[in-house]
């Protein structure tokens, strides 16, 4: 099944810095869409599936950072990714995540969707 076919909630195309981290190691990407549900980090190093990570970004129009926590569901390997399908990286699920920062996540989604 496509890693498409698994999402509940619609995706807005976004091109934002995302700072995460797993026990071991730090890393700086580019988070390349979003819902309520998660998002997917474009990377050339996917984590191993159910990896769990701390997520910290700052959407547009917004002084306070989100921070979450996350786990990856899904991976597209830069040997799997073609032109025909998506970059390399990982779709991570939201964890934890504040009321506010939802509500800031929706209200982007929304806004974006509405355009």
């Excluded at 619609?10 to 549900?37: A, K, W």
């Amino acid at each position: 099944m496509a890693a498409s076919d698994l999402r509940g909630n619609t995706r807005v195309p976004l091109d934002l810095e995302i700072d995460y981290s797993d026990l071991e190691t730090f890393c700086q990407d580019y988070i390349r869409n979003i819902s309520r549900g998660g998002l997917f980090i474009e990377t050339k190093n996917p984590l191993e599936l159910n990896t769990e990570l701390k997520l910290k970004f700052r959407l547009p129009g917004c002084d306070a950072p989100i921070k979450a926590t996350g786990v990856v569901v899904w991976t597209v390997e830069p040997e799997d990714a073609t032109a025909n399908s998506a970059a390399p990286g990982m779709g991570v699920r939201f964890g934890d995540l504040s009321e506010h920062d939802m509500s800031m996540i929706d209200s982007m989604v929304k806004g974006e969707m509405d355009e």
